[in-house]
């Protein structure tokens, strides 16, 4: 059993910071990439920020400069910290991680089960 659990989501203000984090939990023998999307109301699930295991990034255009994506191996934990949000920026957020459960098994993609930020006045 593999668990994504996260935290840090809520209400806050236009220009104003949250700092998401998802820890994973369960059988795990190795974790790979990790990363957050995020879904508004009535639109797709989009690619937010990325990371690998060795620590390189990928970054959506539309947060880039605004939105850092971090990871700590030894916790099994994925970070995000969002500055300068804007209104466009309310949408769940959804953490995943390619977890291998053992040695030999092949990796699987778990998610999380959603966090609301909502950015407004």
């Known amino acids: 059993q593999v668990q994504l659990m996260e935290s840090g989501g809520g209400l806050v203000q236009p220009g104003g910071s949250l700092r998401l984090s998802c820890a994973a939990s369960g059988s795990i023998f190795s974790i790979d990439a990790m990363g957050w999307y995020r879904q508004a109301p009535g639109k797709q699930r989009d690619l937010v920020a990325d990371i690998t295991k060795g620590g390189a990034t990928t970054v959506s255009g539309s947060v880039k400069g605004r939105f850092t994506i971090s990871r700590d191996n030894a916790k099994n934990t994925v970070y995000l910290q969002m500055n300068s949000l804007k209104p466009e920026d309310t949408a769940v957020y959804y953490c995943?991680?390619?977890?291998?459960?053992?040695?030999?098994?092949?990796?699987?993609?778990?998610w999380g089960q959603g966090i609301q930020v909502t950015v407004s006045s």
């Open positions: 995943y991680a390619v977890i291998g459960v053992a040695r030999s098994t092949s990796l699987k993609t778990y």
